[in-house]
């Protein structure tokens, strides 16, 4: 697979996704939680209390002390990671794209969510959620995800909200959410975003940037046609304008960053050129995201 | 605007090409972006960047048209003719009496002064403007000038007189001004002669509407011929289209002595003869016409009681200077020659042993010698002279005893008229005349060779002589506008005049006389001087002013505003033209290249 080269992937078996939140999916998986319930590690005891079941009163302890308690275990759950990869026509750009980048991304916290036996969906986003790949569970699936991602290419325009919105359709139950997007939306992704964090989703937003975007190669007049729309914007000497344009996207940069905070949203932004093992083993391990 | 080599315009094909390149240069590069949200955003923050930045490009483009259009007329070497707006303008406002008139409320004049504001505040501001006034006389009030404020406190200070207006002749008085205006605006109710100048450019604002007025046009009064009792003829005149029903009446002093009522019809004029009668004082006729302009409603006559003034003749005769001294005159002035200009100014003029060889007519004393032109015939010359009788019921001969006069040598005269005051034995000796020539006392005798002069008779009969000659003054009369003129005794003697508008002093000039022009409302003036009080009524009296009619129509004259004045420019103006568009070329590489440092 040309995703992924082999020593990275062998490098993302050893890593898991650093879930904070509880994200108890509809079955029993092999993720321990912090609440206690049915499992087999055990954790503590307390008193018998009426109506609790028999089968973990713990009978030596009674012989000992004349006195009932109740074993208990850590609960071992199901994390379901959706994984929103925006595929919109401006994630065509950049070198390598966009959206190669960002399927490079979903292979790897995918490949991570199913050796750790997660339920992972990915959702492939524009305008709406465009193709989905869901219910992936187990190493088995690894080659339909990586083969999945392999043929998506750059489609629609970015609708954000909506596609947030549609992805949420059918979910029941606590999720991981963690969006891969350029977030170059006109029509915003605030209202998206509070959703996921309205319902109490453990959200991680990764922000991708092109080179281009960063650091616009162009000069003289020009004439700019988004890849999207298709609008056209006319500049003169964009060589004089340059440095509001960064002062601009600066701010854009900023202001997705402190809205993730408020809403108590991970986030993390790169640049597609930044290679992805360095993104994933060392970005993300230190921003937390994985263990 | 003329041009001398207009083949160079041509050279106005460089604009299209200038375009054309500009256009090419301008050819955008085209480039397909990931989205131009961030882009559009940063333009909407730095909107007014993006628009002086463009502003300069396009200036650059502006200036490189300007440089062609400055170096192609600058080749094509125009001969210039400018065209300005009226520069200077002449304000000129009716103050005649009809501008009283109230068809237009509140009067014709305050509406009149009202545009007149309004016009100098429309004018452009280097618009010269010079105020003239007009009603019986032209008054220059203002000299061009350019401070508009000042043009309105001249305007404001304005007021109408009674007097009768000649606009034509101001604007014959401007046409003669060496400074031309370029547009003169007449604001008047066309209450004037027609003869405009066809030579000046001129817009006239009427006001009027209505034609409602009738007036006294005329009061005069003249002799009976039967002891200074007089008739006052008085005319009225219904200046408007509807027949009206106008009372009259006559006052003397405070004293009412005649009313009437006047039927008049459209245009009627009629005639009211007051008297026979010895009036004295101010006689005041007044109508009651309910019209539109009261001031032409009122006449004044004035009789004054004003002691004669008197020329003496002669070579040397103390006696008669002594006797005339005594008796009432204003003035006594004596000479040993004269010219008959000198003469008119007296009331009785005395000739003591001489006489012209013709008179005018007027009020005169011959001793010795007569004129040709006297109805008197020389019959001889007596010595030592009978008197036959003495006329005692003239008046000249009143109180007068010549009883032991004697008379060493007299000429004898003879008349089919006049009277024969002291008859001899072929005629008479002293006669007295009144008729065409006026009143003539004549001596037939030199005063030094009777004891008449010696007797105390003497100073009595000249008294009486010069009290009959000064007795038929005329009344005072003028109209408003007119310069009348007074001689007193002294020489640069305060004169104090009271007029319907106040009280104004005058001083006497080396002559005695004053000559006085402030006659501009109708009413009594009286004059308080050495020689007593003299009344003199001022009067409108005018078919001018009390036709209130409308005569001119605005559209008549409309003047043209944007007067335009040709002039040829010097045809060097093409060397500036070219220095103008290097100094476009300059302005357009230092924006050019400053802008490139800047980037």
Request: glycine letters at 6%; one cysteine or more.
């Amino acid at each position: 697979m040309s995703l992924l080269s082999p020593e990275f992937l062998s490098y993302l078996e050893k890593l898991d996704l650093l879930i904070k939140r509880s994200v108890k999916g509809s079955s029993v998986g092999e993720r321990l939680s912090s609440r206690y319930g049915r499992g087999i590690e055990f954790q503590d005891y307390r008193s018998y209390e009426i109506g609790d079941d028999f089968r973990y009163i713990d009978w030596n302890i009674y012989a000992r002390l004349d006195k009932l308690f109740v074993k208990l275990f850590r609960e071992e759950e199901i994390s379901v990671i959706n994984i929103l990869l925006d595929i919109s026509k401006s994630m065509g750009f950049g070198n390598p794209s966009k959206l190669y980048f960002g399927k490079q991304l979903s292979a790897s916290l995918g490949y991570i969510g199913l050796v750790n036996y997660d339920l992972v969906n990915l959702h492939c986003i524009s305008s709406t959620v465009e193709k989905s790949l869901e219910s992936l569970r187990g190493r088995t699936n690894v080659m339909r995800l990586l083969r999945f991602l392999d043929v998506l290419e750059p489609q629609g325009i970015t609708f954000l909200n909506t596609a947030i919105r549609d992805s949420l359709r059918g979910l029941k139950g606590k999720a991981v959410f963690i969006i891969l997007s350029d977030f170059l939306d006109p029509n915003g992704y605030e209202e998206g975003l509070k959703i996921l964090s309205a319902r109490g989703y453990e959200t991680f937003v990764f922000h991708i940037l092109s080179e281009e975007e960063i650091d616009p190669l162009i000069s003289g007049s020009v004439k700019l046609i988004d890849s999207e729309t298709g609008e056209v914007i006319e500049l003169d000497e964009i060589d004089d304008i340059l440095k509001g344009y960064k002062q601009t996207l600066g701010r854009f940069l900023e202001g997705i960053e402190s809205f993730c905070l408020d809403h108590s949203i991970e986030y993390i932004r790169a640049s597609s050129s930044i290679p992805i093992d360095r993104v994933v083993l060392y970005y993300m391990r230190l921003a937390g995201w994985l263990k | 605007m003329s041009f001398l080599s207009p083949i160079y315009f041509l050279f106005l094909i460089a604009i299209p090409i200038v375009i054309f390149l500009y256009l090419l240069r301008t050819r955008r590069q085209i480039l397909i972006v990931p989205s131009i949200y961030l882009w559009k955003r940063y333009t909407k923050e730095e909107l007014r960047y993006s628009v002086f930045k463009k502003f300069l490009k396009d200036i650059l483009l502006i200036l490189q048209i300007l440089t062609i259009i400055l170096l192609t007329l600058g080749l094509v070497k125009p001969a210039i003719f400018s065209s300005v707006i009226a520069r200077n303008v002449v304000f000129i406002i009716d103050t005649s009496c009809s501008m009283q008139a109230k068809d237009i409320k509140p009067t014709r004049f305050d509406l009149a002064r009202e545009k007149a504001l309004e016009k100098v505040d429309a004018l452009g501001r280097g618009t010269s403007i010079s105020v003239f006034a007009s009603d019986s006389k032209t008054k220059f009030l203002l000299d061009y000038t350019t401070d508009k404020r000042l043009v309105k406190e001249v305007i404001k200070r304005l007021y109408p007189t009674d007097t009768e207006g000649d606009i034509g002749e101001t604007l014959s008085y401007i046409e003669k001004l060496n400074k031309k205006p370029d547009l003169i605006y007449v604001f008047t109710d066309g209450a004037f002669e027609e003869n405009i100048p066809p030579n000046l450019n001129i817009e006239l604002l009427t006001f009027s509407k209505d034609d409602n007025n009738a007036g006294i046009t005329d009061i005069s009064a003249r002799d009976t011929g039967i002891k200074g009792e007089k008739e006052i003829f008085i005319k009225v005149k219904n200046f408007s289209k509807n027949k009206k029903s106008i009372p009259l009446q006559v006052w003397e002093g405070e004293r009412l002595i005649e009313t009437d009522s006047l039927d008049l019809n459209p245009k009627e004029e009629r005639i009211v003869i007051v008297g026979p009668k010895r009036f004295s004082g101010i006689v005041k006729a007044m109508i009651y016409p309910n019209d539109l302009l009261s001031t032409d409603d009122k006449a004044y006559l004035t009789f004054p009681r004003v002691k004669p003034s008197v020329l003496l003749v002669t070579k040397e005769n103390p006696y008669l200077e002594i006797a005339l001294s005594l008796a009432d005159i204003s003035i006594l002035d004596k000479t040993d020659s004269f010219n008959l200009e000198m003469l008119s100014k007296y009331d009785i003029v005395i000739f003591d042993g001489t006489a012209p060889n013709d008179i005018l007519p007027g009020n005169y004393i011959f001793i010795g010698k007569i004129p040709s032109n006297i109805p008197l015939q020389v019959v001889d010359i007596t010595e030592r002279p009978t008197i036959i009788r003495v006329d005692a019921t003239s008046p000249i001969m009143r109180f007068v005893n010549l009883n032991d006069m004697t008379i060493k040598r007299a000429v004898v005269f003879e008349s089919s008229q006049g009277k024969s005051l002291i008859k001899v034995k072929d005629g008479s000796i002293l006669w007295s005349y009144e008729g065409n020539l006026g009143r003539i006392v004549t001596f037939g005798f030199y005063l030094e060779e009777s004891s008449l002069i010696e007797s105390p008779s003497f100073p009595i009969l000249v008294k009486n002589i010069i009290g009959w000659l000064g007795e038929n003054p005329s009344p005072g009369v003028a109209y408003t506008g007119n310069v009348i003129t007074l001689r007193t005794k002294k020489m640069n003697e305060d004169v104090t005049i009271i007029t319907p508008y106040g009280v104004v002093k005058r001083e006497t000039d080396d002559r005695r006389s004053i000559t006085f022009g402030d006659t501009y409302k109708v009413g009594v003036y009286s004059f308080k001087s050495s020689v007593g009080n003299i009344d003199v009524g001022v009067n409108l009296c005018s078919f001018l002013e009390s036709d209130i009619s409308p005569k001119v129509s605005s559209k008549e004259f409309k003047g043209n505003a944007e007067y335009r004045e040709r002039v040829l420019l010097n045809t060097d103006v093409w060397k500036f033209l070219v220095l103008g568009a290097l100094g476009t070329i300059f302005l357009e590489g230092y924006l050019f290249y400053g802008r490139r440092k800047v980037s």
